[in-house]
């Protein structure tokens, strides 16, 4: 039997707790949504609390100025950083070249030329690039760019840092594809048919009033691009080597910073050595070099984004 | 004297106009190599995944030899996995983006989580690995179970789902609260009885999207512990395990040729997963693509 309206009312004035979730709820959720801060507090602390007790071991000048990374030697361990920063830079400068044009271009395209159906199913496709997890990436590059590469260029390894960075670029282009079409799309329309009315072209549209218009999106997207090319693991892990190297040789194999904490990883350097803390350094290097780079991209689109 | 010369000036327009074509096909050409490299990346996945595809290679367990490699524990060690990151994920994720969006003021503490959520967004992966290391599987002694390797995933999944769902709440209509309010609904009725049903599908759509991106991960995994050749199943949240991409990781990095077979016939079932969840979230995107 339905309840009549007046038994709802009791029933309603019944729950004297009413107001005591209304006032526990706020709170609660307040908690919840500093998990994130906490969380950011955690990684700092963490990584800074270690990389500490990493530098009572090792000179802090050691670290950052030494050319040779040996950690893995008995007698004489050498922990000087700059070999796995040359090696991070060197997949990301490959990974670059290959994505800011392609990317870009793929932007103007999208933002410019492309017709509403052709933009409806080309987006789609860059979405399921960028969702491509980065060990398949991986597998991509070491068992088919990389033989390629070989049959072409017979001098290049196995492990190398050309193929990990043409892979890192391709999976980086959706992103400054996406990011770069988005700050396009903001630029107004009534700007680009002034151009066009003066008799301008769809090029010259794009290159003289688009593209310096949304130049601090575009810039934006390319930082962060580079940002998660540094911080990429799984592709260089699987197709870069292990051989951390302070030259200028893209051919043979290399280390990166994020390889060499999933190399250390893997091997399960016991609790307390050395090695152990160096993974934390290593770590607390990485977090720098990529918390700048997003901060800077954060810098860039604020400061000289264009207001119409 | 004539000002204007004609022939240069139909020259220069003809220039331009070749100019203007030449590059459209040159950008459209930069668009298509993103189409062309993820035909090129399925298309060698499948056609040397495909012989090793089979019942058993599902229902085996990791071994030494290839042929009888298998990969049951990673595809049950991943559902597992999910098990724990869903509902943290979701619980957190959902729950920060309904304090920002209903209950926080305009201040600095507001600013700052804002702030952090975005910063963490663009910390990588390997970086989580470190802190689930250090803070789940050491200091909270959960060692290399499920449950560490699921909070470490949770946290890096959670500013995707923030950010999903804050959107998705901001595009409730305020009418519809002003609505709640006026029939004298509390704050938190309205927030659970109007607000969130409007907002599911949006949330749902990030959520699923954002655990994609956590069955495909592998450096927190690899950082954290997480074993390879695993022959049981694990029958608890703290017991360890393996997950697909860490079995697809140890079999791309042997050196014999074979198992380059058996990795791409695991980047297979990686990849089924991940699309059959991708098509859930579109369905939900379309079905309940409300307009107010």
Redesign the interface.
Known sequence: MRPSVQEMIARSNGKKN?KV??KI??V???L??????L??I??VV??IV?TITFFTRVPFFDFIFGTTWLPFSNKDAQFGILPLIVGTLKVTLIATIVAV??GI??A???S???SENVRRI?KP??E??A??????????A???VTPILQSVFPEIKIFNAISPGIVVG?MI??MI?SLSEDAMSSVPKSIREGALAMGS????V??KITVPAALSGIIASVV?AV?RA?????IV??AAGSTPRFDGDFTGSIQTM?AY??QV??G?AG?GTTIYYS??AV?FT??VF??V??ILA?YVSKRFREEY | MRYIEQQAVVKRMNGRLIANSIFKYIFLAATLVALVALIILLYRIVSQGMGHLSIEFLTNFASRFPEKAGIKAALVGSLWLMLVVAPTSIILGVGSAIYLEEYAKQNRITTFIRMNISNLAGVPSVVFGLLGLTIFVRAMALGNSILAAGFTMSLLILPVIVVASQEAIRSVPGELRDASFGMGATKWQTIVKIILPAAIPGILTGSILALSRAIGETAPLIVIGVPVIIQFLPAGVMDTFTALPMQIYDWSSRPQPEFQNVAAAGIMVLMAVLLFMNSIAVIIRNKFDKRY
């Open positions: 009413k979730i209304e709820i706020p609660l959720l307040f919840i949504a500093s998990v994130s801060v969380t950011s955690g990684i963490t990584l270690e044009p392609i271009s793929a103007i395209y999208l410019e030329y492309a080309l496709v860059l399921v690039l969702g491509v997890p980065t060990i398949v990436y991986g597998f991509f070491l068992t088919f391709i282009i959706p594809a072209t769809k090029f010259e794009a290159w962060l940002s540094i911080g990429e693991t799984m892990s699987l994020t904490i999933v990883s893997k399960d609790f993974i934390y770590g990485l977090f990529t918390m780079m997003n954060g």
